[in-house]
């Protein structure tokens, strides 16, 4: 079974072109992984998020995928992907249950979020901050190797990341060129 623990926080070199083609073949085989399950209609969109969706970003080599989906379809999309490719989910509530998995070496992370939920409209903003604006993208891949040099806990490790995306979010809210058809929410501490 494949945990959130599974691997030590160890950065990589930014492989944005690889991960991009991973994302795209994990987002297929999600969606037809629920197709089989007739849970299609439940899908809102299917983002890639994290640092490997940012090129010039050094990254733990997992890509993250943002499924959304439904309110009342969390537990059963999540279900379906554990049932239909493998790997370890993990009910964290109504709006959120992660599937962790490996495929071909490579590890994913199958965020099912609610459509209602914030989780993955930070992780949105976040990203498409980090790609338009180098200078935060330079300060978050120190901060990041910094927090890999000094924590070994994954929960230490992103928690000491918390600050950094609020900054991110009060910025796209203040930023006339990013758009997003959805309000910015904060970060729950």
């Not at 998995?101 to 979020?113: I, Y």
């Not at 992780?123 to 910094?146: I, N, Q």
Request: charged letters at 30%; glycine letters at 4%.
């Amino acid at each position: 079974m494949v945990n959130a623990n599974d691997n030590p926080i160890e950065l990589v070199p930014a492989r944005h072109d690889a991960w991009c083609e991973c994302f795209a073949a994990e987002r297929d085989r999600v969606s037809d992984a629920l197709t089989s399950a007739s849970l299609e209609t439940a899908v809102e969109r299917i983002e890639h998020v994290g640092s490997t969706a940012v090129p010039d970003l050094a990254a733990k080599d997992i890509v993250d995928l943002d499924i959304v989906v439904a309110d009342d379809a969390v537990s059963d999309v999540s279900l379906a992907l554990e049932s239909e490719l493998g790997g370890g989910r993990i009910e964290n509530g109504d709006h959120w249950q992660p599937v962790f998995r490996r495929e071909n070496d490579q590890r994913f992370n199958d965020h099912v979020f609610a459509a209602s939920a914030d989780g993955w409209k930070i992780s949105v903003v976040t990203r498409d901050v980090l790609r338009a604006y180098p200078a935060f993208r330079s300060e978050y891949g120190t901060l990041k190797r910094d927090l890999a040099d000094d924590h070994d806990d994954l929960v230490a490790y992103s928690e000491g990341k918390t600050a950094f995306i609020e900054r991110i979010l009060d910025a796209a809210r203040t930023d006339d060129d990013l758009t997003f058809e959805f309000r910015i929410p904060t970060v729950e501490s």
